[in-house]
């Protein structure tokens, strides 16, 4: 399908960043981290115990991001594999998964409203299982149970993972689209007082930032139809010759 690769890598991670700052993930990230830690904001002010804080912190954290990693890097193994099964319609899948994205974009900028996609699809646990098995269920949980402002980017991602030549390289796409979303949140869990400082200066900016993850999507559905990856590529090869996957 398309010929080359490093820019997927770039785009993967670069639309989990996007999905991270989305409306329906922002916000509820104070609340995922009392929730896999255990703490109330109240231990993350405080002086007293803050080893203790942080080790559990980082280890539930990181616990989390596996969780979700998990769930993508298997959807992407099954999109690779899906797109391989259906190789002769590979111009079809291309196009027509192209205009899809295309379409996502236009939603996720308002333009467009597609009911359907405005419904939540997720999974909620009232009480989390203890300890650290608990933790990665809920992680599982929240890769599994796409809510509707991550579910179009995630998807485009997919359709991406549809056109590469070998599982491995689906597998790749969507790691990279795993550390997009997973380093900002490791990161806003480590300093989670700070991210509220700074998501209440930030929240003004959040439908800017939604439309620009909608006019993300669309170029990706151009290039997708317009078959343009190759050239685009080239240029990141430049930047990126050691990171390597491959494409049909």
């Known amino acids: 399908m398309i010929e080359s690769a490093n820019v997927s890598i ?3 991670f670069v639309a989990g ?3 991270f700052v989305s409306p329906c993930v922002l916000p509820i990230i104070p609340s995922y981290v009392t929730y896999i830690t255990g703490l109330s904001f109240e231990d993350f002010d405080q002086e007293q115990n803050k ?3 942080r080790r559990l912190t980082i280890i539930h954290s990181l616990i989390f991001i596996l969780g979700f990693t998990i769930v993508f890097v298997a ?3 099954s999109a ?3 797109g391989n099964l259906f190789n002769k319609y590979k111009e079809w899948i291309r196009i027509g998964g192209g205009i899809i994205v295309i379409i996502f974009g236009i939603h996720i900028t308002g333009l467009l409203n597609l009911k359907f996609l405005e419904s939540e699809k997720k999974v909620r646990l009232k009480n989390k299982p203890a300890g650290y098995l608990g933790t990665l269920l809920v992680g599982i949980t929240f890769g599994a149970g796409w809510t509707p402002c991550i579910g179009p ?4 991602i997919l359709y991406l993972a549809m056109n ?3 599982v491995y390289s689906g597998i790749l796409l969507l790691s990279a689209y795993s550390l997009g979303l997973g380093i900002p949140f490791f990161l806003s869990s480590l300093a989670i007082n700070s991210f509220l400082v700074y998501f209440k200066k930030f929240r003004k900016y959040v439908k800017a930032v939604t439309i620009a993850s909608g006019l993300f999507l669309v170029l990706i559905g151009l290039l997708l139809v317009t ?5 685009v590529s080239n240029y990141f090869q430049r930047l990126m010759p050691a990171v390597t996957i491959q494409e049909k």
């Not at 078959?227 to 050239?231: E, L």
Request: glycine share 8%.
């Open 10 to 12: 770039f785009i993967a």
């Open 17 to 19: 960043l996007f999905s």
């Open 51 to 53: 080893a203790v804080v």
């Open 75 to 77: 959807l992407g193994a």
């Open 80 to 82: 690779t594999a899906l």
């Open 153 to 156: 980017i995630l998807g485009a």
């Open 164 to 166: 590469m030549k070998t």
């Open 227 to 231: 078959n343009q990856f190759a050239s």
